[in-house]
T-cell receptor
Framework: NAGVMQNPRHLVRRRGQEARLRCSPM?????VYWYRQLPEEGLKFMVY????????ESGMPKERFSAEFPKEGPSILRIQQVVRGDSAAYFC???????????FGQGTRLTVV | GQQLNQSPQSMFIQEGEDVSMNCTSS?????WLWYKQDPGEGPVLLIA???AGELTSNGRLTAQFGITRKDSFLNISASIPSDVGIYFC??????????????WGLGTSLAVNP
């Protein structure tokens, strides 16, 4: 049973471009969570999704950021018109249910130049 | 926003020594979790605590959920080189529901000298 798969592992974008980060949850998991980690800091919650629904997006910046988890395919975190401050590691986690352990992917390291 | 105070920020110890780190919060948490993160990897759950006063072990690791529900500690006994990494505490605030809106500490970086 493969773990949570995130791709790409590393992403470089110029300011103003779009970044699309993908997360395939563990098999059978329908709950997905996205976190952002700045260097030498802990993770910060961004958004919690279930299939086709956004449950809690209180940690998402109001502009330029969006997330989806379609019925088929991976969850996508999309950042439009990236700025240098978006440079961070973005982690996805998935769980079977809301009260079961969440497993993390290896993260996508976004660098905006 | 809510924050967790995790200490120490970093530790450099000799192989075989015991290690202790802790997290405190100004507000009550109903879940405490301890994770380890290796360079370039995602966090891996070590121990989960769900009840005040709970003491749980996982091999050489022991963690406790403080009685006040505002703190937790993690102990590692007889450290070995592969214990190297960054250890994070994370808590679920009271009233956060069952989602994963965890609050994270800033991490304790552990280095072990063989």
């Amino acid at each position: 049973n493969a773990g949570v798969m995130q791709n790409p592992r590393h992403l470089v974008r110029r300011r103003g471009q779009e970044a699309r980060l993908r997360c395939s949850p563990m098999k059978g998991h329908s709950h997905v969570y996205w976190y952002r980690q700045l260097p030498e800091e802990g993770l910060k919650f961004m958004v919690y999704l279930q299939k086709e629904n956004i449950i809690d997006e209180s940690g998402m910046p109001k502009e330029r950021f969006s997330a989806e988890f379609p019925k088929e395919g991976p969850s996508i975190l999309r950042i439009q018109q990236v700025v240098r401050g978006d440079s961070a590691a973005y982690f996805c986690a998935s769980s079977l249910a809301t009260n079961t352990e969440a497993f993390f992917g290896q993260g996508t390291r976004l660098t905006v130049v | 926003g809510q924050q967790l105070n995790q200490s120490p920020q970093s530790m450099f110890i000799q192989e075989g020594e015991d290690v202790s780190m802790n997290c405190t919060s100004s507000s009550i948490f109903n879940t405490w979790l301890w994770y380890k993160q290796d360079p370039g990897e995602g966090p891996v759950l070590l121990i989960a605590l769900y009840k005040a006063g709970e003491l749980t072990s996982n091999g050489r690791l022991t963690a406790q959920f403080g009685i006040t529900r505002k703190d937790s500690f993690l102990n590692i006994s007889a450290s070995i080189p592969s214990d190297v990494g960054i250890y994070f505490c994370a808590g679920q605030p009271l009233g956060a529901g069952n989602n994963r809106k965890l609050i994270w500490g800033l991490g304790t970086s552990l280095a072990v000298n063989p």
